[in-house]
């Protein structure tokens, strides 16, 4: 089946909004465009480690640039492990409407066993729509939805899993979160013969000041997945 969604239509509009006239003007003011990385102790995603041949995890290093023009917003995320077992590249292009919504479209790749370009059977590349809401009902509650709609997300038979996600997160503070998420159906990637929560925790993150004019912001992560009987303890640096 013939993707939906590309990594080459995200590169030539980027490529299309990067070189419209009168943008260097808007660019000396604010730039649009933003990179940093953070450096993690393992690399955990919705509860399920990425490294299987470190069971323990491994540090891994995920780069990130993104472009915004208004509402909004094309980027692409990475992950590298230091023992050279994870290498992983998404594109994506998110769109918020209003203060509260937002909805994002991701092109993920995490296999690498062929060239990058290949979207035929058998891709590497897994294609996922996604909605986030925030403030709900003026609490500090939000939720997201996840859906892997084309491509490598697969069920053992081979037939599209549709893998779904769905995920509640509540903010005690500033700098505390409490967090679950589940998987709703049978899925290959979540590891889930059916619903089951797979990540559940608890987030703190500080600014660490250095000096009088630097800070790093630091975050530790606690979380369980009930259903694969797994726990997993991340703590992580963004530059």
């Known amino acids: 089946m013939k993707p939906l969604f590309s990594s ?33 102790s393992s690399y955990v995603w919705r509860g399920v480690p990425q490294d299987p041949t470190a069971p323990k995890g491994s540090p891994n290093i995920q780069p990130y640039l993104s472009y915004s023009l208004g509402n909004l917003t094309l980027g692409t995320w990475g992950s590298g492990s230091l023992t050279g077992s994870v290498k992983e ?20 790749n995490w296999n690498f066993t062929r060239d990058y370009f290949a979207y035929g059977q058998g891709t590497d590349h897994a294609f996922e729509a996604a909605v986030v809401v925030s403030d709900i009902a003026s609490l500090p509650l939000s939720a997201s939805l996840n859906t ?28 505390v979160n409490v967090f679950a998420g589940a998987s709703l159906k049978e899925s290959v990637t979540y590891g ?45 640096l963004s530059f």
């Open 8 to 40: 080459s239509i995200l590169f030539s509009a980027l490529v299309a909004i990067v070189f419209t006239p009168g943008m260097a003007s808007a660019q000396e003011e604010e730039s649009p465009f933003s990179a940093g990385v953070d450096v993690v």
């Open 89 to 108: 590249l998404d594109l994506y292009a998110s769109y918020t409407f209003g203060d509260h919504v937002t909805a994002t479209l991701t092109d993920y």
């Open 148 to 175: 892997f709609f084309a491509g490598a997300d697969k069920l053992g038979n081979g037939d599209q899993a549709y893998s779904t996600y769905l995920e509640l997160g509540y903010a005690l503070s500033d700098h």
């Open 192 to 236: 889930t013969s059916g619903f089951g929560f797979t990540n559940v925790g608890l987030k703190i993150s500080k600014e660490l000041t250095l000096s009088d004019q630097f800070s790093l912001p630091v975050y530790g992560l606690l979380g369980f997945n009930p259903t694969g009987n797994g726990a997993f303890l991340v703590a992580g």
